[in-house]
């Protein structure tokens, strides 16, 4: 499970900073956060199988975040994608991709379904993980993110399995799905004699553009990796409510509060070539905050 | 005056072609032909300075040739840009516009002028210049451009000029300008005595998407550079009038019927991931043939 900072800039690309798009990768699966333009050539720069793509989300309108959607879905049609694909979004998503279809700019021979967000709770319910969404404070409506893998089997205890002579195969997974079973001498084994509680699932919010509210903090709650946006320096905290943007300083600040246990700083704006700064005001509130530059690859571990 | 190839993929861009689009600068201005996914991150690796953007020309409305639109002008209102920009398209780009502009997903706050194509002729007539357009044949409604220097002011005889004594300033003006002059001695001197007949403005023309038709050749007329797309090889053209696109030996044509005085091969198939294949059809047939590749520059010289 991995991610990757595919676009890592504020409202328009840079030299070095393509607009905001971040990848996770999870058992093959393939989600994006956001679209920004530039983001089908990221992904050919990235090691990511991208045909794999399963699910796009998109934040909000804002064209530094949704310019690269049309591009992408025209691609996957030009090169005869078959597998069906669901883009979130907030209302007006359906609408844009309509027009943009009408005036031939999207061509899309594909299942794509669009899917515009009403209220927060859960978008996405596979059978590893989920998607869930609350709405952020921005300056236009903006939903954040939270990836939760599922909770996980506990620890199979491989030597007294060998010690009570249980056969591998089904009798094992039984055990391992919580079943109890009973061996060929008559002896009844509980699961829990084999197998330890199940593990917490790994997760990963995503909380661009906001400024500093609640529902970040509920996204990022207990998270592996919080990715949010740090648009500018801790001397603008003032302007942050009317701007509906975040200094690095208070990502840290909802880092630290939702107790995440890694924070990733992006959607940095072009007016800091070298944003030395911003890690630093960051670090000094949340230790475990890191600077993201695009292709940055970002391995998710869970606690335990 | 310079051509920059920005984009030269068809379709999509890849690792090594962004995808359509072409700056062309002139005596400080710079006009636009298309703007692809990737255009403006294009034009920061460039040397031109775009902020001096005066038109944009986008020939018709495919993804891959209008997709970098919104994010350009979102960054000029970013910027604080003030300077007017005109855009130029066929019917369906300011409803485009105007949609994106309601969904929040372009902001423009600087003067901006959408003219829709309604017929061929002159879109555009600067002091120095004009843009002429007609109609190319795609698979959807798509026009082709021009871009003509007006004829500039003939040789000036430096040394006729000493001998006859006619002195620096307003009177060696008004020569070039056109109009007799009359020295202090009496001597009346007509200009074509003195100034050598008007030359031949440069021109350009633009011819992407289209399959062979007499409106390219039309355009490309006497040209001194054609940048004309040659999207697959010569064992295709028979597929062409079908798909609305040219092989390298169909540009090549165009550009000896046209007589042009130079062909530049752009908007090229990612299938052909080493292109000299196309580019070799081409110089049979038109020897003056090159093949574009993403940031190419290209000096208009003319004939004289």
């Known amino acids: 499970m991995r991610v990757v900072t595919l676009g890592t800039s504020a ?16 058992e093959g699966d393939v989600i994006l956060f956001d679209c920004g333009e530039g983001t089908q050539a990221q ?14 989300f998109i934040g909000h309108l804002h064209g530094d975040h949704v310019n690269g959607l049309p591009g992408i879905l025209g691609t996957f049609s030009l090169t005869d994608r078959t597998m069906p694909l669901k883009v979130f979004g907030p209302p007006g998503i359906k609408r844009y991709l309509e027009i943009l279809q009408e005036i031939k700019t999207v061509w899309i ?9 009403r209220k927060s709770g859960t978008l996405l319910d596979e059978k590893k993980y989920q998607v869930e969404t609350a709405r952020l404070d921005h300056v236009i409506e903006c939903w954040g993110y939270v990836f939760r893998e ?12 060998e010690a009570l ?27 829990q004699e084999i197998v330890g509680p199940p593990r917490p699932g790994r997760s990963v919010a995503y909380c661009l553009d906001t400024c500093p509210c609640e529902n970040a903090i509920f996204l990022a709650r207990g998270t592996d990796l919080l990715i949010h946006e740090s648009t500018f320096d801790d001397s603008l905290r003032e302007e942050m409510k009317k701007w509906g943007h975040s200094t690095s300083g208070q990502a840290a600040e ?4 939702a107790k995440s246990r890694r924070l990733i700083l992006t959607h940095i704006s072009p007016r ?17 905050a890191e600077m993201a530059w695009d292709l940055n690859e970002f391995i998710v571990e869970s606690a335990e």
Chains 1, 2 share one sequence.
């Open 11 to 26: 409202g328009r690309p840079t030299a070095q900073r393509s607009a905001s798009a971040v990848a996770l990768e999870y």
């Open 43 to 56: 992904l050919a720069r990235s090691p990511l199988r991208w045909g794999n793509i399963n699910a796009i």
């Open 109 to 117: 021979n594909f299942p794509v379904e669009i899917i515009e967000i």
């Open 150 to 161: 599922k909770p996980r089997p506990g620890h199979f205890d491989e030597a007294k399995a």
């Open 165 to 191: 002579k249980i056969p591998h195969g089904p009798l094992r997974s039984r055990l391992v799905q919580g079943q109890s079973i009973t061996l060929e001498n008559g002896q009844v084994i509980a699961p």
């Open 254 to 257: 909802t880092a630290l509060k």
């Open 272 to 288: 800091y070539a070298e944003p030395e700064l911003l890690l630093k005001e960051a670090k000094g509130i949340f230790p475990e």
